[in-house]
T-cell receptor
Framework: GAVVSQHPSWVICKSGTSVKIECRSL??????MFWYRQFPKQSLMLMAT?????????EQGVEKDKFLINHASLTLSTLTVTSAHPEDSSFYIC??????????FGPGTRLTVT | KQEVTQIPAALSVPEGENLVLNCSFT??????LQWFRQDPGKGLTSLLL?????REQTSGRLNASLDKSSGRSTLYIAASQPGDSATYLC??????????????FGKGTKLSVIP
């Protein structure tokens, strides 16, 4: 089946630093990748949608200069949280999709900003 | 704007019981509906995907139904087991006016199956 990986699975960083999260589709080429954020006891909230080779489309209220998304290839997307603050601590989940198919989700990355 | 509601927020049942989880959505113009399972601190596992033209899907002890016109879906779990304990998420997929595909999630139902 389709597998999506994320790295790292968890990361702790200091306030003001930047952290990069990778999302890879291991056995398929994804035309679209999605980034979600999940706060404790809340549902997944879509942050942005990206298509390979084009700029990401951010949801309302998500700062594109703070959450940098790069979709460099059909199998790799990265999310960089710049100048992280404690309120950015959350569970970040990516997913990948081939046109006309369902979304496949990664295992998530737990970010803690101290 | 699509809104997805799941009831109940939490459910505790004894092992062996059959149970139903409910999901409702406000905009019936959907492409598909998906049920996921999420274990604590983990990602999502897809359980069932129902296309908008379908009425139900079955996988093992799981059966999901879809009534698009009324904006409802149910997930039926037969003969529940302690290993079924998890949070179950309902998500509705649709294409926006710009042609992009999006999933909108409910907040989930946390299921506890007591041995």
């Amino acid at each position: 089946g389709a597998v999506v990986s994320q790295h790292p699975s968890w990361v702790i960083c200091k306030s003001g630093t930047s952290v990069k999260i990778e999302c890879r589709s291991l056995d398929f080429q994804a035309t679209t990748m999605f980034w979600y954020r999940q706060f404790p006891k809340q549902s997944l909230m879509l942050m942005a949608t990206s298509n390979e080779g084009s700029k990401a489309t951010y949801e309302q209220g998500v700062e594109k200069d703070k959450f940098l998304i790069n979709h460099a290839s059909l199998t790799l997307s990265t999310l960089t949280v710049t100048s992280a603050h404690p309120e950015d601590s959350s569970f970040y989940i990516c997913s990948a999709r081939v046109q006309g198919s369902e979304q496949y989700f990664g295992p998530g990355t737990r970010l803690t900003v101290t | 704007k699509q809104e997805v509601t799941q009831i109940p927020a939490a459910l505790s049942v004894p092992e062996g019981e059959n149970l139903v989880l409910n999901c409702s959505f406000t905009d019936s113009a959907i492409y598909n509906l998906q049920w996921f399972r999420q274990d604590p601190g983990k990602g999502l596992t897809s359980l069932l995907l129902i296309q908008s033209s379908q009425r139900e899907q079955t996988s093992g002890r799981l059966n999901a139904s879809l009534d698009k016109s009324s904006g409802r879906s149910t997930l039926y779990i037969a003969a529940s087991q302690p290993g079924d304990s998890a949070t179950y998420l309902c998500a509705v997929g649709r294409y926006s006016g710009a042609g992009s595909y999006q999933l909108t999630f409910g907040k989930g139902t946390k299921l506890s199956v007591i041995p």
